[in-house]
C-alpha cells in the first residue's frame, strides 16, 4: 500500500516528518518554507529505511512501517 502525501493528497509520500508527524512528497518538501525550526525537522526516506527511526512503541527498535490511522512509526 502506498502511504499518500499528507499535504497535497495526491502523490506518493517519500519522506516522513518525524517532528510533524506528516508524510510528503517530494514536490511538497521542498515546497514548505525554509525557516529554522521546519530546517531542522528530521525527514526519513520511506522507501528506505536505513534510517529509520526507533520505533513509538519500545523505542528501542528500527522502526519500518507508518500507521496512518494511529500517526505513529512503529
Not at 506528516?22 to 531542522?40: E, H, I, Q, S
Request: contains cysteine.
Amino acid at each position: 500500500m502506498k502511504i499518500q502525501c499528507d499535504v497535497c493528497g495526491g502523490e506518493e509520500a517519500s519522506v516522513f516528518c518525524t517532528a510533524d508527524e506528516a508524510a510528503l512528497c517530494g514536490v511538497c518538501d521542498r515546497r514548505v518554507p525554509p525557516n529554522k525550526l521546519a530546517g531542522k525537522h528530521r525527514r526519513v526516506a520511506l522507501l528506505n529505511n536505513s534510517d529509520a527511526p526507533l520505533c513509538d512503541v519500545c523505542q528501542e527498535r528500527r522502526a519500518f512501517l507508518f500507521c496512518q490511522e494511529d500517526r505513529a512509526i512503529l
